[in-house]
């Protein structure tokens, strides 16, 4: 059995949203600020406390409850209707037990089935915070926010106060057994029903590493600890035998050193009492003295790397923070894996994980996520699932698509986009975004907006073109430009862009798209635009096929391409750009479009021609490099300033 689905209803900016959920291993990714954190918060929080606080409280929602207690104080809503119309705060996890054999014992997830019907093979948990006081409790409790001497003045700072005081006061989780085929049908669960069915181990980002006297290794000393506690036959055999020799060593050596203590220090309490006490017939003073070789071992114990070559020790502060990061992580693991096993089998165990690549170089972060489940199935009886969140490109290109949830932040709150969807709304394409982005990088996950180009000239002229159109002004209608928003550059050419750009939609990021026109006749793959009839580019011909609803065979005419409007170039949140006329002529390519607009630095004299715009050095990104270092007035041909124009404008929350 596995938890499959998680929805949250009023949790910070989880309005109403909703996440699939792995058998194993699920990896959310996402810009900042799109509750990638707070999605592990509320689940860990929800079900592990009782309380939540009034941060949790989502900020869209704050008017309409402080409106609605306005209302019940003023009396002009009863409060049978208060508690019903206030946003609850609520999380309802849906677990399969599909894969269950009907006659095993399902243990810990048993009080949450409440339908007999042998056909149902899910469970659902419904956790909320409903309103506590009776209605004379709520009145006492806002009194003070709403009435001033016997009369209604509402004070709602002082009633917003009130919510941050009290909150835990007023508002009590409630967790129900839910009917899945009748959801009104309900049964009160307690606290320890639950939490003995999600037993909870979270490694925050925030992970001290031990860089000093005062930050020991946490994980190891409770790793050794659990040494002492677990019984030998909950170890895996070949560690078993040796944690038994331990624990006999510790314990011979306890009696003995405990003996030897007792003695001593009674002899030495007898001789320093005075003033009458003891006498004969009173109990003679002794010490009996607790000494732990246990508790010595557990607390003084600490990592250290060893050389292999002499055998001298030195200490963990010695060692990079990567390595320690990673060791740390894999001493948490195994430390939850031990204390999990004497749960038993019949629960549902989760690992959260935020940010593992802290202080990781990226090849050692795409070890650490390749590892990972090998890493978790090594503990036998452990049906582990992990949620993991991200930041990092290269964890990202590591794990597979089904796994992968994309967290985007709309006005209304929000919501997780489950990659595996696309990958059956889009089965044509998969095979090419899954190899791309497995030898590239997963830039687009974590971006504002996103910036598709043709090749190595584009990708190093871009940022710098795009300072040049913020320094003219061209950004200026935005509060935010473009210079300040983390855009993604990314290099695909236009026989491939096309791929993308579902993709791109599917996660509803603004794109621009980059393209060369590639003019060209029937008979000829290159020739000039004033010349050519058709275009070689897959994109742009794609594009127009799709806007057009042609089918896929149809030729595309130069003149269509031309004659595409604004408009006609957006296809959902793509826009698409190519070179267009200036001075009277149009290049083919971005280095054309570059000479055409800067005659003067190529030394092309007047009239000048198509002919004379022909760029046939293969070394672009010499010509690239050069413009850039040796020519730093160049101007930026006109279809790149419409293309970064178009998505400088476009707001990144819907």
Not at 505 to 527: G, Q, Y
């Amino acid at each position: 059995m596995y938890l499959s689905k998680v929805k949250i209803e009023n949790y910070r900016l989880l309005s109403d949203s909703q996440i699939d959920i792995d058998k194993k291993t699920t990896l959310i990714v996402g810009r900042n600020n799109t509750a990638k954190t707070s999605f592990i918060n509320c689940l860990e929080k929800i079900i592990k406390e009782n309380s939540i606080s009034y941060n949790d409280f989502p900020l869209s929602k704050r008017e309409k409850l402080l409106d609605l207690t306005s209302r019940f104080m003023e009396k002009t809503i009863t409060y049978e209707q208060f508690i019903k119309d206030v946003p609850k705060t609520a999380i309802e996890l849906t677990i399969d037990y599909s894969s269950e054999d009907p006659e095993d014992n399902l243990g810990a997830l048993s009080p949450f089935i409440i339908d007999v019907d042998e056909d149902t093979t899910i469970a659902i948990i419904r956790i909320e915070y409903i309103v506590k006081p009776d209605e004379q409790a709520l009145i006492t409790i806002f009194n003070d926010s709403f009435y001033k001497d016997g009369t209604f003045n509402p004070d709602l700072k002082e009633a917003k106060t009130t919510y941050q005081k009290h909150f835990s006061k007023i508002f009590g989780r409630v967790i129900l057994a839910v009917n899945p085929k009748e959801t009104a049908n309900t049964q009160i669960k307690d606290s320890k029903e639950l939490e003995e069915l999600f037993p909870i181990y979270s490694i925050p980002a925030e992970r001290v590493l031990g860089e000093d006297d005062t930050h020991r290794n946490n994980s190891l000393t409770q790793l050794i600890a659990s040494f002492f506690k677990i019984n030998d036959e909950d170890f895996e055999p070949e560690v078993a035998e040796q944690v038994k020799e331990l624990i006999k060593s510790v314990e011979k050596a306890n009696r003995k050193v405990q003996e030897n203590s007792d003695e001593l220090l009674s002899s030495i309490v007898d001789k320093s009492i005075g003033f009458g006490y003891p006498n004969a017939e009173e109990l003679q003073l002794a010490v009996s003295t607790r000494l732990a070789i246990d508790e010595q071992i557990i607390n003084n114990t600490e990592l250290a790397y060893k050389s292999t070559k002499d055998g001298e020790t030195l200490p963990s502060n010695h060692n990079g923070l990567g390595y320690k990061n990673l060791i740390k992580i894999e001493f948490q693991l195994a430390a939850f894996a031990q204390e999990i096993k004497t749960k038993g089998v019949a629960c549902i165990p989760m690992l959260f994980l935020e940010e593992p690549e802290s202080h990781m170089h990226p090849q050692m972060q795409q070890t650490f996520a390749r590892y990972l489940e090998t890493f978790i199935e090594k503990f036998e009886s452990v049906s582990l699932q992990t949620i993991l969140t991200t930041h990092s490109s290269h964890i990202a290109n590591t794990m597979e698509f089904s796994k992968i949830r994309y967290a985007q932040r709309t006005s209304q709150g929000v919501i997780y986009k489950n990659l595996d969807e696309f990958a059956k709304q889009q089965s044509d394409n998969l095979d090419f975004i899954r190899k791309y982005l497995t030898i590239s990088r997963c830039d687009m996950f974590f971006a504002d907006k996103l910036i598709f180009v043709e090749g190595a000239s584009e990708r190093l002229l871009l940022p710098d073109m795009i300072e040049k159109c913020n320094n003219e002004g061209l950004f200026d209608s935005q509060k935010f430009k473009l210079t300040e928003q983390y855009y993604a550059l990314i290099e695909i050419g236009g026989a491939y862009a096309h791929l993308f750009i579902p993709f791109a939609n599917f996660l509803d990021i603004p794109c621009l798209v980059l393209t060369d026109i590639d003019s060209a006749t029937h008979t000829r793959k290159f020739e000039f635009v004033s010349k050519g009839v058709i275009s070689t580019n897959s994109t742009i011909n794609w594009w127009v096929r799709n806007l057009k609803k042609y089918p896929k065979a149809k030729k595309v005419s130069l003149s269509e391409i031309i004659e595409l409007s604004p408009e006609e170039k957006n296809l959902g949140k793509c826009h698409l750009e190519f070179q267009v006329e200036e001075n009277g002529l149009c290049g083919r390519s971005l280095e054309e479009a570059i000479r055409n607009v800067n005659r003067s630095i190529y030394n092309l004299k007047e009239p000048v021609s198509e002919d004379d715009l022909k760029f046939s050095d293969s070394k672009k990104t010499d010509f690239a490099l050069k413009l850039i270092f040796e020519h730093q007035e160049y101007i930026v041909p006109q279809y790149i300033k419409d293309g970064l124009v178009w998505l400088n404008d476009q707001t990144v929350i819907n």
